[in-house]
């Protein structure tokens, strides 16, 4: 059999339209059965011919002939005719078909009833097998290595070529393809040769050109550096949908889509068009609202995500806060005042590296100095790059420079109290230590986080190490290192169970307590105040916690904000290792478990916020009976 010619006019339909379907034959295609009287036949048998009656004769056996690869039992398996069957011209006509489309055997086929007596025929089947399989030859692909489409087609060699398993195998090469984003590719075209050899031509899909419209404020050269498919690749449609996730997480951008144009002159060529919608990108912004270590608070910030069009943004902001919130004795009552400029450079000196530059200026009431009150004033810039040959992984490196001031915030309380504990007043000038620091902090984030607003499974874990260097003491330098992981685990369909776990610790020299690690509030052990467990060289600690819609209020459709908001069950436990001045003299208790609940809710263009009820389980320390803390921000999240 030529399947070329049994091919053409199928595959001339299927790749006009880029689609494989299979293919019907009617029953004028088909031969009708025949007598073939150079047969030889049994003694006393009779070939019926077409005149002859047939009423009340019986199947007493069917026998095929002209198979060699396939099987008499597989043709009987899609035959509806079997022995002891009434016989009938009408019924031998659709078997005949129903081998045909089978797909192994030409339409020269020939059904013969033999009559061997009054009540039974014997029903001899003549097939031609098509030209078996030899093997093939794959041409076009570079993207999709050989042997893996010669592993779907390999299970046809040997076999009958069959135009039904031929499209099935098509298909299943068309679906590889496509599973691995290169959903253009498509098999063009399928011929065979007189050895049984069938060549396979695909057509990948190339990229002629590139274009993008829409922008107007944003510069051309900030819309190209962030799409990172080429003309004269292969199209693939994931590699394309990073390339718009780049451009709309610039925000400049309220909507980015893509078109694709087949290229008229080409039958493996594509043009692709990046539509833009630019949105506003400045924002002033004016607010207030309430955590643990600011208090009450107000603030206002301006920001412009599309710096000049060229994709920078710039920020700065204000906030004013009353102070702690639920302090306790060892935290003065002063206001809380913060300032903040910053600047973002995405893609320095056209590199894949980012560039945060910022200044701040901070005055609060030490939540870590009891009785003390602390200004910070100072610089950072922070270089990041993500790592292509590393999946979800980046590295940053942060250089800074801070002066930090800390002094006496209630003199006469800090004499009595340390007094009170036995402590000498000369140790609060050890406790006062500041000074100008230049620091150097190497880090590492890995995220696979399926969502950056409720995430449900993936992993985040980081590590840092910091290394201060004292310019007014160098006595004060110090290095430390810190890092965390936490796992996101999905449950049931809305809700996850988020396991986590951090640590950290002084490595070298003679660390200020002002620069302790601390537990205790929102974003460490909930339950206690900010250091309320603790404070010291290092610490340790776990968390788990299920986060889950609130009860039906999220299938309210009319108030879809509903959805940013999250129920969240907790167990944090944690302990602290080098104790400070501070524990002794306030009696923390340098461990606890606590057990909790709260509210998620997410804010855009604000972020996360917690409000979470904690109860110690033990060591409760100052808190007895628990104790609200609120978290704004990503360090919310455990």
Sequence with gaps: MDIKRLLSTVFGVLFASFMLAGTSFAVEDMPDYSIDSALPVEQNAEILDGSASTDGLKIQKIEFSGNKLIQDSDIMKVMKMQSGDLYSREMVQQNLKTIYNMGYFSNKMKAIPIKVDEKNVILKIVLEENVPITGFTIEGNSVIPTGDILEILSKLEGQPQNINTINEAINEIETLYAENGYILARVMDIYDDPDGMVNVEIAEGHIKSIDFVGNKKTKDFVVKRNILSEPGTVYNENLIKA???????????????????????????????????????????????????????????????????????????????????????????????????????????????????????????????????????????????????????????????????????????????????????????????????????????????????????????????????????????????????KQYIPVAKKSAFIVSAKAGGKVWGDMPEVYAFRLGGPYTVRGFN?????????????????????????????????????????????????ASITDKIYDRPLSAITVGAGLRVFVPGVGPLSIDYGIPVTNPGGSRRGLVTFGVGDAGYY
Aim: hydrophobic content about 40%; proline content about 2%; cysteine-free.
């Design 243 to 485: 390339d718009l996730m780049r451009l709309y997480a610039t925000q400049a951008f309220k909507d980015v889509n893509r078109t694709i144009v087949k290229d008229e002159t080409s039958r493996d060529d594509y043009d692709i068009t990046i539509q833009l919608e630019e949105q506003r990108t400045g924002q002033l912004t004016l607010g207030g609202g309430v955590d643990t270590a600011t208090g009450f608070f107000l603030n206002a910030g301006f920001s412009e995500n599309n710096f000049l069009g060229n994709g920078q943004r710039l920020a700065a902001s204000a906030l004013a806060g009353t102070g702690m919130m639920m302090a306790d004795s060892s935290v003065v009552n002063r206001a809380n005042i913060q300032a903040e400029i910053s600047f973002f450079e995405p893609r320095l000196a056209n590199t894949d590296i980012s560039m945060l530059s910022k200044v701040f200026f901070r005055d609060f009431a030490s939540y870590q100095i009891p009785l003390a009150i602390e200004t910070r004033v100072g610089g950072e810039l922070t270089f990041s790059k993500s790592f292509e040959n590393f999946k979800n992984l980046s590295g940053s490196v942060s250089l800074g420079l801070e002066n930090v001031k800390v002094r006496e915030g209630d003199e006469f309380k800090t004499f009595i109290t340390y007094f009170a504990n036995g402590v000498p007043i000369s140790e609060r000038s050890k406790q006062l230590r500041g000074g100008l620091f230049a620091t150097i902090s190497p880090s590492l984030i890995y995220d696979s986080r399926d969502s950056a607003t409720f995430a449900r499974k993936g992993t985040y874990a980081n590590i840092r190490f910091d290394q201060a260097i004292g310019l007014t003491r160098i006595q004060n330098s110090f290095g430390k290192l810190s890092g965390q992981i």
């Design 530 to 578: 900010i250091s309320g467990v603790g404070t010291g060289s290092a610490y340790m600690m776990a968390s788990g916690e299920l986060q889950t819609p609130l009860l039906f209020l999220d299938r309210i459709k009319s108030a879809p904000f509903l959805n940013n908001v999250k129920a969240a069950f907790f167990v944090d436990a944690g302990k602290v290792f080098g």
